[in-house]
C-alpha cells in the first residue's frame, strides 16, 4: 500500500528532526581597507581620515560598509554566510557599523577581531552567526620575527565554537605578509607566519582526538608557494585522505587565466584561500565538505572594465587614488559544508 501524501511527508520530517542536515557556508574576504574616519593615533591611519590624502569622509565610508553588506549578502545566496572571516578591517568600530547599521543587520551576526601590532592598525576578524555556531574561546597569535624584532603583521586569529552537530570546530583566520619589496625578498616573512600557524593546528590535532579544523585567509601567496604549500604542509584532495592533514579547497583554481581572487596586471592570482583537516572531507564525519563547493564569489557588480590590461578588473574602493566606489581589490571565497545531526 502507497503511503498517503500526507502520511509521507510526516514520515519525511520525523525523519529528518532524527537525522537533521543543514548548509554551513563558510566565507573569507579581504575587504581592502575598512578603516573609520577616526585618528588612532597610536597608528599610521592618517591617509584615510577626512583630511588625509584619500579624502576618507564619513560619506565614503557608509558607502563603503553598505558595498562590503551587499557582497556578503549576496555570497549567501541562501542564506547569510555561517562564518565570514575577514582581513584589513580597523577596530571594532567598522565591524559595529558593518553588523549593526548596514543591511546585514538582518543576519544577526557577532563577532571576534585582533587588535594586532601591524604599523596601520589592520587586524582580522570573523563574523558568525550564534545559531549555527556556538562561540566558546578565541585566541590571538602575535607574530615576533626572531630575525628582525622591528618588523610587525597581523596577529593569527583562533577562534573555537561549537555547530550544531556539536562538534567543536576551531577556526584561523590569516593575513600573511605582503609581497612588498618583492615575491622572494619577502618570501622568509610568509614562511615564517606559516611556520607558526603549522605549529599551533599540530599542537591542536594532537590535543584533541578529532579536531576539525578550518583555516582560511590572505596569504599572499599561491597554494603551491613554499609557505602554504610546503611549510603549512597542505595537499591536493586526492583518493587517500589523512584525517589529520591540512588540505588546500583552492589548489585547482590556481594558474587560471581567467579567474582568481586578485588580479596583479593582467594575472589572475589565487591569494584568497581556504583550507581544511583531513577529517572534514570524509564523508562518515558529521561535520564535512560538500564536494565542488569552493567558489570564488564573483559578480557583475563587483567587477568593471580593465582599460589598461583588457577585460575585467575588481571594482575598488579606490583605483589608485581615484574613488572608484567599489568594494574591495579582492574577491571572497567561500566553501559549504554540511552538517548533521544524528
Known sequence: ??????????????????????????????VENLFDTLDNPEKNDNEFLPDGARHWTVGRYNNKINNLAKVITSAGEWGAPALVGMCEVENDKTLKDLTQYS?????????????SPDIRGINTALLYQRDKFRYLMHKAYTIRFPYNTRKKTRDILHVTGLVSSRDTLDVFVCHFPSR????????????????????????????????????????????????????LNTKPI???????GLYNLFLPFEK??????????KQWNMLDQIIVSGNLIEESQS????????????????????????????????????????????????????????
Do not use: C, W
Not at 7 to 24: D, I, V
Not at 103 to 113: C, M, S
Not at 221 to 226: F, L, Q, V
Open 1 to 30: 500500500m502507497k503511503p498517503k501524501p500526507i502520511g509521507l511527508l510526516l514520515l519525511l520530517l520525523s525523519f529528518f528532526s532524527a537525522y537533521g542536515q543543514t548548509n554551513f557556508r563558510v566565507m573569507f574576504y579581504n
Open 103 to 115: 543591511p546585514l543587520r538582518k543576519a544577526d551576526y557577532r563577532y571576534v577581531i585582533t587588535e
Open 180 to 231: 612588498r619589496g618583492g615575491e622572494q625578498e619577502s618570501e622568509a616573512d610568509r614562511k615564517y607566519v606559516a611556520s607558526v600557524l603549522k605549529s599551533k593546528t599540530d599542537s591542536l590535532l594532537k590535543i584533541r582526538k578529532n579536531a576539525y579544523l578550518i583555516i582560511m585567509g590572505d596569504f599572499n601567496d599561491e597554494p603551491s608557494n613554499i609557505s602554504v604549500s610546503n611549510t
Open 238 to 244: 586526492t583518493r587517500n585522505i589523512n584525517p589529520t
Open 256 to 265: 587560471r587565466n581567467d579567474t582568481g581572487s586578485y588580479k596583479y596586471g
Open 287 to 342: 561535520i564535512r565538505v560538500q564536494p565542488s563547493t569552493a567558489t570564488i564569489f564573483r559578480r557583475d557588480f563587483m567587477l568593471t572594465e580593465d582599460k589598461t590590461h583588457g577585460g575585467k578588473r575588481l571594482k575598488k574602493t579606490f583605483h589608485g587614488y581615484h574613488h572608484e566606489g567599489g568594494y574591495s581589490d579582492h574577491l571572497p571565497v567561500y566553501v559549504d559544508f554540511t552538517i548533521t545531526t544524528f
